[in-house]
C-alpha cells in the first residue's frame, strides 16, 4: 500500500507542475498540492475503514485491542514502571471504530507530508529569473 501513496502524490504533482502551471513549480506549491492530495487519500481510506469495520469485520476493533494487549505483555518486561503499561492499557480500552479510523486518517496524513516534502524536492522547477532570448533573432 506505500505505492499508491507515492504514485498518486508524484502524479498529481507532476501533473499540477505540467498540465496547470506552465511547466513551473515551487516547493511550496508542490507540497501544498502533495498534502491536498494527501488529504483526500487519508479521508478516503479511514471512511472505506470506516464502512468496511461497520459492515464486514464488526469484530476488527476488539481484533486490533487483543494484539495491543498482547504487545503490551511482551512489553512489561521491559518497563519497571507498571504505571505506563497501566495507562496504556486505559488508553487501549477507550479505542472505538471512530479512533480507529481516526488514527488511519492521521497515519495516512503524516506519511504523505512527509511524501510531499520529499517529491516537491524533486519535482520544483522554478522560472528562470532572466528569460533568455530566443535564437530565432
Known sequence: FVFVPVYMV???MKDYRDKFNDGE????KGFRVGV??????????????YLFCVTIATD???IQKAEVLKGLEQAQKYFDNSNFIDTAIDEMDKMTLGTLAWGDFQNKLFGSAIL???IAAIL??????FDTPSSDE
Request: proline share 3%; glycine share 10%.
Open 60 to 62: 476488527l476493533v476488539e
Open 36 to 49: 491536498t492530495l494527501g488529504f483526500f487519500y487519508a479521508s478516503f481510506s479511514a471512511i472505506i475503514l
Open 25 to 28: 513549480l515551487t516547493y511550496g
Open 10 to 12: 508524484y502524479k498529481g
Open 116 to 118: 510531499s516534502l520529499i
Open 124 to 129: 520544483k522547477k522554478e522560472k528562470p529569473l
